[in-house]
């Protein structure tokens, strides 16, 4: 008795080793599944249901079902989401459930890290029901499933810039011990696992708004063969999606997908074996149903599409709306700056203020020539001008500084030869910096 129990488990135990945790091939389209730190990754709630035949000519080849559900909370910071997952193979089965954390980070301009962790329950099994024997009354096989469940989780850390998204998780943190019969002592132990994913976005042709998705994804384990999948991803307009990928030794991917309305979204996978298991496994099919619920937090995210030029012409009306809105909504927000930062441009009624020359010195401390400068800051602390110049630099904007010892310090971004073109530049900045004026240095 003994000896048939340790001869399955010992059979089961060598094909899991090598797939311990279920195999994907839409993780280019749900990374969250890989990596915790990919939770609430996108503008939107995500929830995707995942099927996946592997190996459709092998006998108990393994069959995986996942369901997920992922969005950030409205402040855009925090990330939540669940996996509810059922993997078979033969008479072994793993099934769990986890829900999932993550955190954004943002360490510089446009970049984010995001570390998340989920954690959950995992109930691994031997179902002997399954087992395809000629004499079913054997006294020496199981009536029952051998089971066991035990709490788990993964770590993982995302890294986000524009277009990029990149990350490192480990799987199976604690490295449960499954001893599914205490009569031997045999078990099954899930080992821990890294993962390393990323992708970017690659515009083809915005014209015809084709764009491509490269992806890379190693998995490490130990005492098992290195893993690696390439795959590149083309969708036109977000709307219809195909690729292909290549798994190192062991199959090509080919996919397919069509997204309806923005929401509703339709993919198929099939993975074809190559190396030394052509001929034998038969391919995979992963078929993957997804919907999103629309923004997941914070306020809507508007594209600057109107812009572009790529619009149709009947659009003209709604560009200029837009960009009457936004450049009130700019006003509003310099005005409300300037006075908790003590701007004391506000104070200045005129649109030319005449200073001697000899009164300022530039930042090396040498007196400006004379001329007439474009003033779009007056502040009464260096760190205050220091700011604001940093401020116009980051938007584009060469901007220099002038002191005076009595009147504060002066940041300035142009110098003309005369009063009338001075002016003109004025007018043309004022939309942005209320409290702009010139400055005439005599």
């Known amino acids: 008795m003994k000896k048939l129990y340790t001869y399955l488990l010992l059979i089961v135990a060598t094909t899991s080793f090598s797939q311990q945790l279920p195999l994907y091939s839409h993780y280019w389209s749900n990374p969250f ?15 995707n249901v995942i099927h996946r035949n592997q190996w459709k000519n092998i006998p108990g080849a393994p069959v995986t079902s996942v369901m997920s559900i992922d969005g950030m909370t409205g402040d855009n910071k925090v990330g939540l989401g669940l996996i509810v997952f059922d993997d078979k193979m033969g008479l072994f089965a793993k099934r ?3 829900t999932s954390f993550s955190y954004k980070i943002q360490v510089a301009k446009d970049h984010y890290l995001k570390p998340g962790l989920n954690f959950g329950m995992q109930d691994v099994m031997i ?13 020496n096989l199981y009536p029952t499933t051998r089971r066991k469940a035990t709490f788990d989780a993964n770590f993982g850390l995302a890294y986000t810039w524009k277009e990029l998204n990149a990350g490192v998780a480990v799987m199976q943190l604690f490295g449960n011990k499954y001893r599914l019969n205490n009569d031997t002592g045999s078990y099954y132990r899930a080992k821990q696992k890294i993962n390393i994913y990323a992708s970017y976005v690659v515009p083809i042709s915005k014209e015809h708004k084709i764009n491509a998705r490269p992806c890379l994804a190693m998995n490490i384990t130990p005492q098992t063969p290195f893993q690696m999948d390439v795959f590149a991803n083309f969708d036109y307009n977000e709307l219809i999606y195909a690729g292909v990928g290549y798994r190192l030794n062991s199959a090509v991917s080919f996919n397919i997908g069509v997204k309806w309305n923005k929401a509703l979204r339709v993919s198929y996978n099939y993975d074809l074996a190559v190396g030394k298991l052509k001929g034998y496994t038969g391919g995979s099919h992963e078929i993957l149903l997804g919907y999103s619920f629309g923004r997941s937090g914070g306020r809507e995210k508007i594209k600057d599409d109107y812009t572009a030029g790529t619009k149709d012409t009947d659009t003209t009306g709604l560009r200029t709306d837009v960009n009457k809105l936004k450049q009130q909504v700019a006003v509003l927000q310099a005005e409300v700056n300037y006075e908790q930062r003590g701007n004391l441009a506000a ?3 005129d649109d030319i203020v005449i200073m001697n020359a000899k009164d300022l010195k530039d930042y090396n401390g040498n007196i400006p020539e004379k001329g007439y400068y474009l003033v779009l800051g007056q502040f009464k602390t260096l760190q205050q001008a220091t700011d604001d110049q940093k401020k116009l630099e980051s938007e584009g904007a060469k901007a220099s500084i002038l002191m005076h010892s009595l009147k504060g310090y002066f940041v300035y971004t142009q110098v003309f030869p005369d009063e009338k073109t001075a002016v003109e530049e004025l007018k043309k900045n004022r939309w942005k910096r209320v409290d702009a004026y010139v400055l005439e240095l005599i």
């Open 33 to 47: 599944l890989i990596n915790p730190g990919f939770t609430g990754n996108t503008d939107n709630i995500e929830a």
């Open 347 to 349: 104070q200045v009624q």
């Open 96 to 98: 769990g459930i986890y």
């Open 127 to 139: 179902d002997f029901s399954r087992s395809n024997v000629s004499d079913i009354n054997d006294p």
